[in-house]
């Protein structure tokens, strides 16, 4: 039989200090997320420096509280994960030298995990029976990748986007018309009260590349729509702007993707990251699989944002191919995916 493999894993690369314990890849023994979002509101946005120094404070209390609630010992775990790249440089290096500490510490060995590798396979954790070959959607507040997981850490990515993350445009969006940070959530919530066909934004095709995106055009054109209103002292529906708005970002994802599903011939579509947690476009994406015969997965909101299981996740089939790290590794923050 084989032996049971449980792995503590850290995620600190941008607002969230998080440990969490996954046994064999899938099962979630213990999941901690210290949010840093009261903080950085004041400021609109994360604060590299400020992060930083938060998950300085919280880590080592995380990391004990993960193991706690999971019931075990350092002695009882099998190997260490760690988020290195990409992220913020500062963030991440707390989080990895709390690793390597506990690494040399103990003599466990260390694996380095991509941010994105880890947000796919928070899609293992809630579906026992998803296996790749599949395409997933990466939707968060700093990529925006459409992906083809041939197999477990084999990735290829096919689209992405030119301009801003689908996150960022709901951040910005969401500051352009006054809500505060962060934007994404508080968009889904305003859009329910709105009518998403109120305004016609843009959805933009990039020439030549059928799986790319772009943001900037709809950004720019939701700022144009509430400059035009102002001079014409018109007032202006939040609801509407913000429904049309995410509308238009979910219109443009779902076109995208599931025709890479098609095109790719696979029947297996998973969406993954913060944006991911938007209940519009999670119905979207729903309704659509199901008319196109496509078996959808999604991981439930918590395990869509940062998080350190879905870390766990991604460490356990590294581990399983023996894709250990050393004592050299170090914060990448601008690590791609499929690169180590
Ligand atoms: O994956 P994540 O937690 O961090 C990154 O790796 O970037 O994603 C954060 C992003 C932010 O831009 C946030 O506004 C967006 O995800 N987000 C949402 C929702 N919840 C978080 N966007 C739209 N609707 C949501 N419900
Ligand atoms: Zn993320």
Redesign the pocket.
Known sequence: MCEDVSILAIES??D?TAAAVVKNGREVKSNIIFSQIELHKLYGGVVPEIASRKHIEKINQVIEQALGEAHMTLREVTAIAVTYGP?LVGPLLVGVSAAKALSFATGLPLIGVH?IEG?ISANYIENRDLEPPFVCLV?????THLVVVWDYGEYEIIGRTRDD????A??KV?RAIGLGY????K??RLSREGDPEAIRFPRAKVEGAAYDFSFSGLKSSVLNYLNSCEMKGEGVNRADVAASFQKAVIDVLTEHALGAVRDYGLAKFAIA???A???A?RRAFAEECAKRGIAFYHPS?LL???NAAMIGAAAYYEYKKGALSGMELNAVPNLRLGER
């Not at 962060?182 to 959530?185: M, Q, T, W």
């Open positions: 690369s941008c969230e992220g941010h947000h939707v968060s507040g700093g990529h993350a689908a996150g960022e709901f951040d969401a962060p934007g994404g959530p968009i889904d990251g913060g944006v947690s938007n209940s476009l909101p869509c944002t940062d």
